[in-house]
């Protein structure tokens, strides 16, 4: 049986993403996964993870070796659309708004800055909620051109994040 670290990093066999250790209660493990939410899970589920340090990258069509560039290794860019954190960037709620009008509204600029960045996918953190914010921004990005939305990470059989991405060619400013 494996031994498993306080905060070592861990994948759930079945599942997506990564979580970490929290508690070791024996039979079971308290995991978070990247969103901050925790769960029991049974020590059989959880696998370990090595990371691989790739530093050179072969073309297949070329056959040639090149060595990996820092754009390449970054991360997507996401926005979350959670309340807290659109507050802690700054935005302001005012009494009367209601909450998914602000985030819809955030959704788009991010949107639209990304076009302006020339990214051709991002990811949006929207949580598992109720599901009606990811059916609005399905809703929203299935009537405009240039733009695909996929199911990005699941948690508890449940999406929580959404991955966007842009056809520069045909996509159309919000």
């Given at each position: ?52 340090e790739v530093n ?119």
């Open positions: 049986m494996y031994s498993f670290a306080v905060s070592e990093r861990v994948t759930l066999l079945n599942e997506t993403g990564y979580f970490w250790v929290v508690s070791d209660f024996g039979v079971q493990l308290l995991l978070k996964d990247e969103h901050g939410f925790e769960r029991k899970v049974m020590r059989q589920l959880v696998c370990k993870t090595t990371p691989i050179e990258i072969t073309d297949k069509e070329k056959g040639k070796v090149k060595e990996r560039t820092e754009a390449s290794s970054q991360e997507l860019p996401q926005v979350d659309l959670h309340r807290e954190a659109l507050e802690e960037r700054g935005v302001v709620f005012r009494h009367d708004d209601v909450i998914l009008q602000v985030q819809l509204k955030e959704f788009k600029r991010f949107c639209n800055q990304m076009i302006a960045q020339r990214q051709t996918r991002f990811r949006v953190v929207h949580g598992i909620g109720n599901g009606i914010l990811r059916q609005e921004l399905r809703a929203i990005i299935s009537g405009r051109k240039g733009f695909q939305l996929h199911d990005d990470q699941v948690s508890f059989g449940r999406v929580g994040a959404s991955l966007v991405e842009i056809r520069l060619n045909e996509v159309e400013k919000f």
